[in-house]
């Protein structure tokens, strides 16, 4: 079956502007969780959507935001764009809950993101 | 709030040889801990988990990892690496809902 799809895989934006990046989860999935990866920070954990609720949610400000659709699709969206935005965005669905036993995430390829 | 620390930023190996990555874990619960791996470009593969149960674990590709509770570690282990091998390997720990992961270590292999 098909993997976790991120759209798109490169993009180039500068500082001030906004971003959406676009997850489709492997089919039945129904949690979605997002990560950032930079060289400096490494993998940080953004937010978990399960059922079109947000669930969980890292430590990031309000200029980060996500959501969750009917098909569990999920979308990524980043407002006034900084130069240390830049990163590969990673997306990973699972089809277990958690709180029901450990949770196996399946990752997408990412989207880099490039802020000038 | 749990931690993964992987000692070593970068290591090289020659191709044939024993592999061994080191990982440590904090958590005050039975730990749900993986190891996965990433190629230039590329997202995050799952090589194994360790859930419960054998503390000795299989993955994919020929690695392993065996869990130590009194040592807090989970480290990633191959007999014979090959070139193919070459990428970067996180270990993370499930806890509060989220996977957190170590820094990495970049694997290079020599002919």
């Known amino acids: 079956k098909a993997g976790v799809t991120q759209t798109p895989r490169y993009l180039i934006k500068t500082r001030g502007q906004q971003v959406t990046l676009s997850c489709s989860p492997i089919?039945?999935?129904?949690?979605v969780s997002w990560y950032q990866q930079t060289p400096g920070q490494g993998l940080q954990f953004l937010f978990e959507y399960f059922s079109e609720t947000q669930r969980n949610k890292g430590n990031f400000p309000g200029r980060f935001s996500g959501r969750q659709f009917s098909n569990s699709r999920s979308e990524m969206n980043v407002s006034t764009l900084e130069l240390g935005d830049s990163a590969l965005y990673l997306c990973?669905?699972?089809?277990?809950?958690?709180?029901?036993?450990?949770?196996?995430?399946?990752f997408g390829a990412g989207s880099r993101l490039t802020v000038l | 709030a749990q931690s993964v620390t992987q000692p070593d930023i970068h290591i090289t190996v020659s191709e044939g040889a024993s592999l061994e990555l080191r990982c440590n874990y904090s958590y005050g619960a039975t730990p749900y801990l993986f190891w996965y791996v990433q190629s230039p470009g590329q997202g995050l593969q799952l090589l194994l988990k360790y859930f419960s149960g054998d503390t000795l674990v299989q993955g994919i590709k020929g690695f392993e990892a065996e869990f130590k509770r009194s040592q807090s570690s989970f480290n990633l282990r191959k007999p014979s690496v090959h070139w193919s091998d070459a990428a970067e390997y996180f270990c993370a720990v499930e806890g509060n809902e989220k996977l957190t992961f170590g820094t990495g270590t970049r694997l290079t292999i020599i002919p």
């Open positions: 990973a669905s699972s089809g277990q809950v958690y709180n029901s036993g450990a949770n196996v995430l399946t």
């Open positions: 089919s039945g999935h129904r949690s």
